[in-house]
Nanobody, 123 residues
Framework: QVRLVESGGGLVQAGGSLRLSCAASGRTFSDYVMAWFRQTPGKERELVAAISRGGGITPYAGSVKGRFTISRDNAKNTVYLQMNSLKPEDTAVYYC????????????????WGQGTQVTVSS
């Protein structure tokens, strides 16, 4: 498994922006598909965006398409999530995940998880 540490969460007003970062260590970062999931109380963890090893494939949840951008820097062992035009419904704990399969939306395909970072969007 790879160790993942998220940062960049916080409180922002609706319409604002945040950038989440996830630093990886312990394994070869470029071997892993990376993803951001989010979860709110009482709901299942849902995929926000994923990115393939080389960065060429980036599936997004429909609710964030056009507003969020996932990217990775394999030289820095870091994956990012740029979140623009934030809405109150984006409020959640955001988790970084790493897996050895494809950039899928299933949480079970990812075997390494960060501790999560809270994003709160006020109206």
């Amino acid at each position: 498994q790879v160790r993942l540490v998220e940062s960049g969460g916080g409180l922002v007003q609706a319409g604002g922006s945040l950038r989440l970062s996830c630093a990886a260590s312990g394994r070869t970062f470029s071997d892993y598909v990376m993803a951001w999931f989010r979860q709110t109380p009482g709901k299942e963890r849902e995929l926000v965006a994923a990115i393939s090893r080389g960065g060429g494939i980036t599936p997004y949840a429909g609710s964030v398409k056009g507003r969020f951008t996932i990217s990775r820097d394999n030289a820095k062992n870091t994956v990012y999530l740029q979140m623009n035009s934030l809405k109150p419904e984006d409020t959640a704990v955001y988790y970084c995940a790493a897996g050895l399969g494809g950039p899928t939306s299933s949480p079970t395909a990812y075997d390494s998880w960060g501790q999560g970072t809270q994003v709160t969007v006020s109206s």
